[in-house]
């Protein structure tokens, strides 16, 4: 299961780079801590649905587009 | 966002009955305590997206089925 975390933060990066928002804004904007969105990129985080709708709004997009 | 967990839990609810599968069983399966999956289903739990993607692979759906 780890995979999908590490497919899920790949998605998050891939999709803030292509709005060109950096980490700071959208830890900011997602209301977690700077490291936190650092780890979840990486995929050393096993997320809670809500924080994945969270940051899917900050981003934006849906959140099955984020989804593996 | 509790909204999010209770549209969830009817989801899970749902396809689970469109199954004939028993809450018993559901929690076999997707290995998780009986009465833990009784409480996602009334959504009182904000699960993780790995336990979402478990139980979506016990009912043979795709989680985004499940999602609200």
Redesign the interface.
């Known amino acids: ?1 780890k995979d ?2 590490i497919q ?1 933060g790949f998605n998050l990066r891939k999709k803030r780079k292509e709005l060109g928002m950096s980490q700071d804004k959208l830890a900011l904007l997602a209301e977690i801590d700077r490291s936190y969105g650092g780890r979840i990129e990486r995929g050393e985080v ?5 924080k ?3 940051l899917a709004e900050v981003l934006e997009c849906d ?2 587009e984020l ?1 593996p």
């Open positions: 299961m999908l975390a899920f096993n997320i809670t649905l809500e994945a709708y969270q959140v099955r989804l």
